[in-house]
């Protein structure tokens, strides 16, 4: 990519994606910012008081990304995807919650959304010959296979290659990561030697482009809260009520209104049909530590599929690195085993996998077994 190129970045008014339309225009290239605005509170029924406060937090960052873009002096558009992102992310969120899955937004809006209607957008319209964003991962086209491979980013506390596993060859394709061989810090300090207004705003948090919320309160919004009986799983006693089993996660333990017990209870099974949540206080290992699951949906990055193939994986984004054991049950399903016991895998999750730094794909978990 020596010479000069169209590249239509992400802006998203934080240091990472003004840092990297910094170094593609640096680099020679035609850079244009492209603000996403994929969430309306008012539109989406958000009543409570408590998440109208939150519209203005996108207002916010798009006012960041617009002086951003001034101090770079690329041109900033801005563009609706809220239909997309309802369609495509939202919707698969709460079906997943409504069958007490525990779901990974994240994930699925960069495979629909920042790769795929942002992509099209960019290349369609806007006549780009790349995109790019202010992921803290890396893309290398191998020669031998003649395929694109997803590399870990070089800041192992900041890679991101986990939320992109869901990413495909044509994706890959026309995307570039400028700041996936750098740290955290190296952005931090171009940024403030360039004196960008973004330079010490806070990482965001919470759910992609819906931002920081009470949880509960926000599901809420669309899942009514369905009270039933908290029971202890090994003495089989009621010990409590709950809001709805789709409102927790296995191995969870604040939020339980469970009190006065001399030890912490958490999570380790959900009854949806009969809505029961299952607890314990003893022996946490033996409730919540599992070697083998079955993971569907999956997405494997190279054109080729191994039968069987000895690997890593994550079940959760910063994991450590977990040795496993894949083999192919058809080409969308994977029996996982792990060589050492994994506490909480959970239904709904992502599982990605990796052969040292380049990740082969993923999956979602779908059953979890002894």
């Known amino acids: 990519?020596?010479?000069?190129?169209?590249?239509?970045?992400?802006?998203?008014?934080?240091?990472?994606?003004?840092?990297?339309?910094?170094?593609?225009?640096?680099?020679?290239?035609?850079?244009?910012?492209?603000?996403?605005?994929?969430?309306?509170?008012?539109?989406?029924?958000?009543?409570n008081n408590e998440n109208l406060a939150n519209i203005c937090p996108q207002e916010q960052d798009y006012l960041d990304a617009q002086k951003v873009c001034q101090e770079l002096e690329i041109e900033l558009i801005r563009k609706d995807f809220i239909k997309e992102y309802w369609d495509y992310v939202f919707s698969y969120f709460l079906d997943e919650f409504k069958?007490?899955?525990?779901?990974?937004?994240?994930?699925?809006?960069?495979?629909?959304?920042?790769?795929?209607?942002?992509?099209?957008?960019?290349?369609?319209?806007?006549?780009?010959?790349?995109?790019?964003?202010?992921?803290?991962?890396?893309?290398?086209?191998?020669?031998?296979?003649?395929?694109?491979?997803?590399?870990k980013g070089i800041d192992v506390n900041k890679d991101q290659s986990y939320f992109l596993s869901q990413l495909s060859q044509e994706q890959l394709k026309y995307t570039i990561f400028p700041i996936g061989n750098l740290t955290k810090p190296e952005v931090r300090i171009i940024a403030k030697d360039l004196n960008l207004s973004v330079a010490n705003k806070k990482d965001s948090t919470g759910i992609c482009f819906i931002g920081e919320r009470n949880f509960k309160n926000f599901l809420d919004n669309y899942l009514p809260a369905k009270p039933g009986k908290t029971i202890d799983i090994k003495t089989k006693k009621e010990i409590g009520t709950h809001d709805g089993v789709y409102y927790y996660t296995l191995g969870q333990r604040k939020g339980l209104n469970l009190s006065g017990f001399k030890n912490p209870y958490f999570v380790v099974d959900k009854?949806?049909?009969?809505?029961?949540?299952?607890?314990?206080?003893?022996?946490?290992?033996?409730?919540?530590?599992?070697?083998?699951?079955?993971?569907?949906?999956?997405?494997?990055?190279?054109?080729?599929?191994?039968?069987?193939?000895?690997?890593?994986?994550?079940?959760?984004?910063?994991?450590?690195?977990?040795?496993?054991?894949?083999?192919?049950?058809?080409?969308?399903?994977?029996?996982?085993?792990?060589?050492?016991?994994?506490?909480?895998?959970?239904?709904?999750?992502?599982?990605?996998?990796?052969?040292?730094?380049?990740?082969?794909?993923?999956?979602?978990?779908?059953?979890?077994?002894?």
């Open 1 to 47: 990519m020596h010479n000069k190129k169209r590249i239509v970045i992400g802006i998203s008014g934080g240091v990472d994606s003004a840092v990297s339309a910094y170094l593609l225009k640096k680099q020679g290239h035609e850079v244009i910012g492209l603000f996403m605005r994929n969430w309306d509170s008012l539109l989406n029924n958000e009543l």
């Open 99 to 151: 069958n007490s899955r525990t779901p990974n937004p994240d994930i699925f809006c960069n495979k629909y959304i920042k790769f795929s209607a942002f992509l099209d957008y960019a290349i369609k319209e806007l006549k780009a010959d790349y995109i790019a964003m202010g992921h803290y991962a890396q893309i290398n086209f191998d020669e031998a296979t003649k395929e694109y491979q997803l590399l």
């Open 271 to 370: 009854d949806v049909k009969n809505n029961i949540l299952y607890v314990a206080n003893e022996n946490e290992n033996g409730w919540l530590m599992h070697n083998n699951c079955l993971v569907n949906n999956i997405n494997w990055i190279s054109k080729d599929k191994p039968k069987t193939i000895k690997c890593f994986a994550k079940f959760r984004y910063r994991q450590s690195d977990i040795p496993v054991k894949l083999t192919f049950i058809n080409d969308n399903e994977i029996k996982v085993k792990s060589l050492q016991a994994v506490r909480a895998i959970t239904p709904g999750q992502i599982a990605a996998f990796y052969l040292n730094d380049v990740c082969l794909g993923s999956g979602i978990v779908n059953t979890i077994e002894k």
